[in-house]
């Protein structure tokens, strides 16, 4: 045993008593013919801001080159400055799979910005359906949920698909420690998305996360056809008071919102 336990440094580790929204970590299977297998796809169905929800998880199977398009969703909960950055991939059928960068947090553990600096959470990416991490959002806690179609190939968008696959695995099997301003969620939305386009850099705009999204609109990626505080208003999510999350969340979420050719 160390004489001093607490100089100790922390280990990265997979195998804690997680709460129960992060208990399953997101499996992959590389099938034939563009082929992959899914396991483990959340969608929790919330009822209130106090945690409470009716737990679930499914599996799918979906093909590479059905994929078409990406979104962003930028989430606020208080103030401008601050927002929470994930993507959302669609596919041919319809069906969207949002995947989430997040803090996992066991069962003894609240989220707090100053202790993500010092290596007390680790670093997860939530593989869901948009039902559960949009839909908590903006139907549970009453968030400013705003979803910008981006404007790139469906190649593109299944490369960076496959790049947080990647990233999935590697957690798996190589467990991180989330950093607040080092290995967060736009940190990393921003190495996905540097790994297939080299004129993507680090921008003040990605650290303060608020901003994120006028960062994408002025790299081109958003629809510049309109001014971006107007684009911003479009893309704001309407939910109507008492709505349901049901089968048809994810096109009702997208009227109103358009996509560029």
């Known amino acids: 045993m160390a004489m001093f336990p607490w100089l100790t440094p922390p280990i990265a580790s997979n195998d804690q008593d997680w709460v ?13 013919q563009g082929k992959i297998g899914l396991r483990n796809i959340r969608n929790f169905r919330y009822q209130s801001t106090r945690d409470e929800y009716v737990h679930d998880w499914y599996d799918a199977e979906i093909d590479i080159s059905q994929l078409k398009t990406v979104d962003v969703v930028s989430s606020y909960w208080s103030g401008t400055a601050i927002a929470h950055l994930f993507l ?10 949002a995947i989430s960068i997040e803090t996992r947090r066991s069962r003894d553990q609240q989220y707090s910005i100053w202790r993500g600096f010092f290596k007390h959470y680790m ?14 959002r903006t139907d549970v806690r009453k ?44 940190s990393n939305i921003l190495h996905h ?34 001014p971006f505080e107007q684009l911003k208003k479009q893309c704001l999510i309407k939910r109507p008071e008492k709505a349901l999350i049901d089968e048809d969340f994810s096109r009702l979420i997208r009227q109103g919102v358009e996509r560029g050719s």
Not at 172 to 183: I, K, M, R, S, V
């Open 20 to 32: 129960l929204e992060y208990a399953r970590l997101p499996q992959v299977e590389w099938r034939a």
């Open 88 to 97: 959302s991939f669609g596919f041919e059928d319809g069906r969207h799979l």
């Open 123 to 136: 670093l997860t990416y939530v593989l869901a359906d948009e039902r559960d991490l949009i839909g908590v």
């Open 143 to 186: 968030e400013r949920v705003y979803l910008y179609p981006l404007q790139i190939s469906p190649e593109t968008a299944q490369a960076v698909f496959l790049s947080y696959l990647q990233r999935m695995e590697q957690l798996d099997g190589q467990p991180e420690f989330y950093h607040t301003l080092f290995n967060n969620c736009t």
């Open 193 to 226: 998305a540097a790994a297939v386009s080299d004129e993507i850099r680090y921008s003040w705009k990605v650290l303060v996360s608020g901003y994120a999204d006028q960062y994408i609109y002025e790299l081109g990626l958003l629809d510049n056809s309109l």
